[in-house]
Nanobody, 124 residues
């Protein structure tokens, strides 16, 4: 069975940095893509970043391009989201997900397994 667990959230001042980690057990990065989503109170869940099967291609929503970087460590079965130049509007619960993603990377329906979430709060 597959288990997805993310960590690394916390409280940070605007302009600061955080790195989120996600460990996916029971699946291979050779067969599934990994994505990061976030959801703030009163907002819809949105795709933040994703990395393709095998790690050859990355995707980002426009609001985080140039500030966030998704990467993976195949040996550790771990995907990371490095977040820099954080803004208050980045505050949200962040979720890691894994799945085949045959359509759009930002569509949650393409992901089969989800983590429990880790809270990111950016203060002024």
């Amino acid at each position: 069975q597959v288990q997805v667990v993310e960590s690394g959230g916390g409280l940070v001042q605007a302009g600061g940095s955080l790195r989120l980690s996600c460990t996916a057990s029971g699946l291979s990065f050779d067969n599934y893509a990994m994505g990061w989503f976030r959801q703030a109170p009163g907002k819809e869940r949105e795709g933040v970043a994703a990395i393709s099967t095998g790690g050859g291609t990355t995707y980002y929503t426009d609001s985080v391009k140039g500030r966030f970087t998704i990467s993976q460590d195949n040996a550790k079965n771990t995907v990371y989201l490095q977040m820099s130049s954080l803004k208050t509007e980045d505050s949200a619960m962040y979720y890691c997900a894994a799945g085949p993603v045959s359509a759009y990377w930002y569509d949650p329906s393409g992901y089969l397994w989800w983590g429990q979430g880790t809270q990111v709060t950016v203060s002024t």
